[in-house]
């Protein structure tokens, strides 16, 4: 665990990664000795300031986390699979163990909720684009944002997944994500109600809470969900890769949550 102090706080940035840039939710929070404060929330980029424009402004602190919701690996079973096959051929190897990666596995065995597999429709472009918008980062700030793989001082990356967060701390999410205008009322209900489970770790003014509930959709919340999955990893309270585990999540990516203390089933 690093040492957060006043002097030194943290600039932990939520993405909650879309293919569609118009769906990409961003947020931004301050992790410091006090603890940890929401201070903003934006959907996508604008016409004026694109998505990888409005998180360079906010990487100018001397310590920023960058937390996304996407995976940033594949897995290695599938690119195995992949290098010598030939359209028409059976693909060696069950569906399941081609399409999920070892994190993904892992959460679903500790949490009871398994992961959207990568290789799979649109988490697959959620994929891509996150990837390219941090290969946009470093060429705008000359950054190296490296993922990490411990709590360090460095700015870094690293993968979160709010459901997992929110399944750790015991959380019931159920109904935050409905779209429709008929369910609206009901997500809405269900988001305010998230909030306030969630107000003990992470701070927001009104103004910023009532921004995330009039939202049409989920990914404001969803990218603050981010900001506090950055703190506990900060914090020293994710599960990280064992020995064994590190270099296959080198390549295919990990996915940081709280360690869980008697987490939902499903």
């Not at 910023?208 to 950055?230: F, N, S």
Request: overall charge neutral; glycine content about 8%; hydrophobic content about 45%.
């Amino acid at each position: 665990m690093i040492v957060i102090d006043e002097a030194s706080p943290w600039t932990i940035v939520g993405v909650d990664c879309a293919s569609q840039d118009a769906h990409i939710g961003l947020a931004r929070g301050t992790l410091s000795s006090a603890g940890l404060t929401l201070e903003q929330v934006q959907i996508g980029g604008t016409r004026e300031t694109s998505v990888a424009q409005r998180i360079a402004s906010w990487l100018q602190g001397p310590r920023v986390l960058l937390a996304i919701d996407a995976p940033l690996g594949w897995p290695r079973t599938l690119a195995e699979a992949l290098r010598e096959h030939h359209a028409g051929l059976p693909i060696a190897g069950e569906a399941t163990r081609l399409m999920r990666r070892e994190t993904d596995r892992q959460v679903a065995a500790t949490l009871g909720k398994t992961p959207l597999d990568v290789a799979a429709d649109r988490i697959a472009y959620a994929a891509h684009r996150a990837l390219r918008l941090l290969g946009e980062l470093r060429e705008m700030t000359g950054l190296p944002l490296p993922l990490l793989w411990s709590p360090a001082a460095d700015t870094g990356a690293i993968e979160v997944y709010p459901a997992a967060t929110l399944r750790a701390r015991k959380i019931d999410a159920s109904g935050y994500k409905k779209k429709t205008l008929a369910d609206r009322t009901t997500a809405r209900g269900a988001r305010q109600r998230l909030l306030g489970c969630l107000a003990p770790d992470l701070s927001m003014t009104p103004d910023l809470a009532t921004q995330i509930l009039a939202a049409a959709r989920e990914d404001m919340l969803d990218a603050a969900i981010c900001v506090l999955a950055g703190a506990d990893f900060l914090r020293g309270l994710c599960v990280p890769p064992s020995p064994p585990e590190l270099p296959l999540a080198l390549q295919e990516g990990w996915i940081w949550y709280r360690r869980p203390d008697n987490p939902l089933k499903t």
